[in-house]
């Protein structure tokens, strides 16, 4: 199998010599972004570049949350209306929903768009955006088949274009299935991987890990990438690199420390320490590693108790303009270790700790249900 990177050399000199029309490859742009694909001048910016805004979707439902999606909406709405006080934020929700949205999340720096959804994760269903070397804006989807044909998602399969074409961004679809909470970069060409996820036959059948790599290197701009095993199902992701390990800024990496050794987590998490500490970046640097655990004691609530879904951890944080918003879980101690973390870490940041049990528990986080534009 040929490249993308073989590929979109060939169709950039043919484009270039006039023999091949752009919009043959789905865009009057493309032949920039194929060039700048082929020149290494596209990158995907780490998630501290400022956010031109932040976009989330109002679109839980009792066939996926029961009797909870009420408050799963309330709670929708707490971190919107949390993270408009920073930055401007799209809501995409149903034109049914539209009143409760606006009331639920706020107007305050809020704008709405109606549409179909399944569900609520936007960092998984949304464009990543990319810059090309001209201020160019790109949006790659990923063609999200519900984390490898878990949950209904037909509708949400179609939220990568919507959000590219609001942005007024090139759109880019990849040949790969996979999720954008799969992904994390440090804005100068290094990533940090879970083959649990990608390197997975409920979404690449027949990718090698090379290949995959190929293909994510070409339509990311990325010149590393640091492979972590992850788990494969033990919760609906197949393990996400979000609730793993997460960049601060280039060679900074915080990373999960499960400390039950009860937990399937335990021993994943030490095997993750290990390799990020003998790692370097795309620039050959050793990253230094700081060690977050998740939270020993919970709430007794209805989300948490007898729910094995329940997703406690804290590296699920998202980073918007003048905040780090964080969750936290009712144990006072780890609490606190999380946020005076993330405040030496963040220091010109202001770091806000929200109570978001209901969503996850449905396995999720702030990180899993917000996705960004970068400012050009």
């Given at each position: 199998?040929a ?11 043919l ?13 009057s ?5 194929l ?5 290494g ?11 031109l ?17 009420p ?5 929708l ?15 995409l ?7 409760l949205?606006?009331?639920l ?14 569900d609520?994760?936007?960092r ?6 990319v ?11 990923f ?18 274009r919507l959000?590219?074409n609001d942005?007024?961004?090139e ?23 879970n083959?649990?996820c990608?390197?997975?036959a ?5 990718w ?40 601060v ?9 499960d ?14 320490l290990?390799i ?27 989300f948490i ?10 590296i ?17 101690h ?24 209901p ?18």
């Open positions: 199998m490249t993308r990177r073989q590929f979109i050399t060939q169709a950039s000199s484009i270039g010599l006039g023999l091949v029309s752009p919009l043959v490859f789905g865009s742009n493309l032949s920039s972004w060039g700048n694909a082929a020149d001048d596209l990158y995907m910016p780490e998630e501290e570049h400022p956010h805004r932040t976009f989330m979707a109002f679109g839980a439902q009792s066939s996926n949350w029961r009797d909870w999606t408050d799963v909406q309330a709670c709405g707490l971190v919107a209306s949390t993270i408009a006080a920073y930055e401007p934020v799209t809501i929700c149903r034109e049914d929903e539209l009143d949205a606006r009331e999340c706020g107007t305050h720096n809020t704008r709405f768009i109606t549409t179909d959804l399944d609520i994760w936007m998984d269903i949304s464009a990543n955006f810059i090309g070397r001209h201020g160019e804006v790109g949006a790659v989807d063609n999200f088949n519900g984390w490898g044909g878990k949950q209904e998602h037909d509708m949400d399969a179609r939220v990568a959000v590219a942005a007024h961004a759109y880019i679809r990849s040949e790969l299935t996979g999720e954008g909470g799969g992904i994390e970069v440090d804005g100068q060409g290094t990533a940090i991987l083959e649990s990608w390197v997975n409920n979404r690449n059948p027949g090698s890990r090379s290949q995959i790599e190929d293909e994510l290197k070409a339509v990311l701009g990325l010149k590393k990438i640091i492979w972590l095993p992850g788990i494969k199902g033990k919760d609906i992701t197949d393990a996400h690199v979000d609730f793993y390990a997460r960049f800024k280039p060679g900074v990496v915080i990373a999960n420390l400390n039950d050794p009860s937990s399937y987590d335990y021993a994943v998490t030490r095997t993750h290990d990020l500490r003998s790692a370097t970046d795309a620039n050959g640097h050793p990253l230094t590693i700081h060690a977050l655990p998740p939270p020993e004691r919970l709430r007794k609530n209805r108790n007898g729910n094995d879904a329940f997703a406690a951890g804290y699920n944080f998202v980073v918007v303009r003048g905040a780090v918003i964080a969750p936290e879980f009712g144990d006072a780890a609490d606190k270790y999380c946020k005076d973390l993330l405040h030496s870490l963040y220091p010109s940041h202001r770091i806000i700790q929200l109570n978001i049990d969503i996850a528990a449905g396995g999720g986080g702030i990180h899993c249900v917000t996705h960004h534009q970068p400012q050009v």
